[in-house]
């Protein structure tokens, strides 16, 4: 029992080098007409396309405007397309035709999942036709010795778990929105997660990708094999590409084994300067069983109860505490993993100068849910308290509350910390791979605030060589920031595979590239 050192055993529910730039010869890009609209009801059914645009022969629509909205504004509704056409096809085939017209007459198009993405990469821009992958989503195939899993890229990441758990398997990937992201969002975004730590980057578990490339070409590496060095490995450049090169349709990954046990507590810490010594300890003690660290700070675990995100831990666990850090054990033998858990909190307590204050340990698989929400509910709690300017970065850990710090300060000495306009500089993230999410909330986007935040925060990551964007990409929000991250030779080779892929620009146009 850990309650002699407030630490309840129960549940607490309470460059340099210049390269000459290569010009895009992509002409302006066109919008979509009836004309297109008739050509696109051939190959897919009605019920398959909403489009506000008059039939050919200027029979008025009887899909609305407010039925396009949710393609046009993203989860934050930051970001406002104008697009005036949505399909939604079913098969690889029909994606290939789709994209092979839009080239062939320069129409842009967005793919788009669950639209969950927090950079603005998921909407149009403009007007161009948005592809969505929802109605792709079926499990093609699943090894249950190998753990090999291939599915449409439409296939959302819940469902891929819940097919997975009667296998004894799991997707190597977790995030808050699962319930809504689609596998071929996670793959295009490179999404990292609560569990990186554990099951690494999805540049290590994909095995292999079909893609639709912007002439409509099928590109087809899914691969199911572990071992494949015949040469240039081109799914990894649809990795994390966010769409700009290609329409993934289907997703080959290997899905991990299922852990026999499982367990979490949230520490709750008197310092942030406790975190690093905290994280080296629970590394050394926990060692393979670690499968999330998780950090957030108070003002942000505030937000979160206030927006009833997860229950509240008791009053007496979260006195005095500056931050909390989530730790998540995962293995395969329930008696060998808590006597290592609780070793390690035995530890934590007994020593002369204790890293942490208290802590809450789930004690059945409801608790250890609830302990869960808190984490994966933060942030829909900001959104809840106002509109959030977000940059998640990868700076060093021991800057993380220096970062927030001197952003609110920044903030404040421009008179702009006020309730009117930025109300809370919050921070949190996965400690396990360097990146903080940095949140402003604010009452409302305004220029004012943006011109106070960039190059401010930019700059600061650029400082402690960091990056941008650690892992929800650069989409429309951080195209400008790119050269923060990477140098001209970097960005001009980029730029070159944008083109040789992508010649008349049609793919995702205005994202990631500045
Ligand atoms: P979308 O938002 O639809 O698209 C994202 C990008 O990928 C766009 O550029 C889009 O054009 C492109 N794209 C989508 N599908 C395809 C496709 N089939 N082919 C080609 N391009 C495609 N992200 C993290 O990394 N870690 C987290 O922990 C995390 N937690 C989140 C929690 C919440 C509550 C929310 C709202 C978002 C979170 N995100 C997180 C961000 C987001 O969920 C991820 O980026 C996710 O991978 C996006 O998937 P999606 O299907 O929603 O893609
Ligand atoms: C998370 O880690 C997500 O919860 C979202 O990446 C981060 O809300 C954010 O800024
Ligand atoms: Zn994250």
């Known amino acids: 029992m850990y309650a002699t050192r407030h630490l309840a055993r129960r549940f607490a529910f309470s460059q340099t080098r210049r390269l000459s730039h290569v010009p895009s010869n992509a002409p302006a890009l066109k919008s979509a007409t009836s004309e ?36 046009n504004n993203d989860w934050m509704n930051k970001y406002h397309g104008k697009s005036e056409m949505v399909l939604r096809p079913r098969t690889t085939e029909e994606v290939a035709q789709i994209v092979k017209w839009c080239n062939e007459k320069r129409i842009g198009v967005v793919p788009q999942g669950g639209n969950t993405g927090l950079v603005g990469g998921s909407v149009p821009t403009k007007n161009e036709v948005v592809i969505n992958l929802a109605n792709m989503n079926k499990v093609r195939s699943f090894d249950p010795v190998s753990g090999i899993l291939v599915a449409d890229a439409g296939c959302i990441l819940e469902s891929l778990n819940e097919y997975l758990a009667p296998h004894n398997h799991i997707v190597p990937l977790d995030l808050g929105a699962k319930g809504s992201c689609q596998i071929g969002g996670n793959v295009s975004t490179n999404a990292g997660g609560l569990r990186l730590l554990r099951y690494g980057s999805l540049h290590g578990s994909v095995l292999g990708l079909e893609v639709v490339l912007p002439d409509g070409t099928i590109l087809n590496q899914l691969s199911s094999l572990r071992k494949d060095n015949t040469g240039y490995d081109l799914k990894q450049l649809f990795i994390g590409a966010e769409g700009t090169l290609g329409i993934v349709t289907g997703v080959s990954i290997l899905a991990a084994p299922a852990p026999q046990a499982t367990s979490n507590v949230i520490l709750a810490l008197p310092k942030f300067d406790n975190v690093l010594p905290l994280f080296t300890k629970v590394k050394r003690q926990l060692s393979e069983i670690l499968s999330a660290f998780e950090f957030f700070d108070r003002e942000v675990y505030d937000l979160a109860v206030k927006h009833n995100q997860g229950r509240a831990l008791n009053a007496d666990d979260v006195e005095g505490a500056e931050c909390f850090v989530l730790v998540e054990t995962s293995g395969g033998n329930r008696e060998h993993d ?177």
């Open 36 to 71: 297109d609209l008739a050509h696109f009801s051939k190959i897919l059914p009605q019920t398959c396309i909403l489009s506000t645009l008059p039939s050919l022969n200027n029979t008025p629509s009887t899909t609305t405007i407010e039925e396009l909205a949710p393609f």
């Open 338 to 514: 808590e006597a290592k858990l609780n070793a390690l909190l035995e530890n934590l307590l007994e020593s002369d100068e204790p890293l942490i204050n208290t802590g809450v340990l789930s004690q059945n698989p409801a608790q250890f849910a609830s302990l869960w929400a808190i984490r994966e509910g933060l942030t829909e709690a900001v959104s809840k308290e106002g509109k959030a300017y977000k940059y998640d970065i990868s700076i060093p850990l021991k800057a993380f509350k220096e970062v927030v710090d001197t952003t609110r300060e920044h903030l404040r000495s421009q008179g702009l910390l006020r309730h009117d306009a930025v109300k809370n500089v919050v921070g949190y993230g996965h400690v396990g791979d360097g990146n903080l999410h940095l949140n402003i909330v604010a009452a409302a986007y305004t220029p004012e605030i943006e011109a106070a935040l960039e190059p401010f925060v930019y700059e600061l990551v650029g400082k402690y060589k960091g990056s941008v964007s650690a892992e929800h990409g650069i989409g429309v929000m951080k195209t400008h920031a790119l050269h923060y991250s990477k140098d001209e030779v970097n960005i001009e080779w980029m730029r070159r595979i944008k083109n040789l892929f992508d010649p008349h620009g049609i793919m995702n146009p205005g994202k990631v590239l500045p």
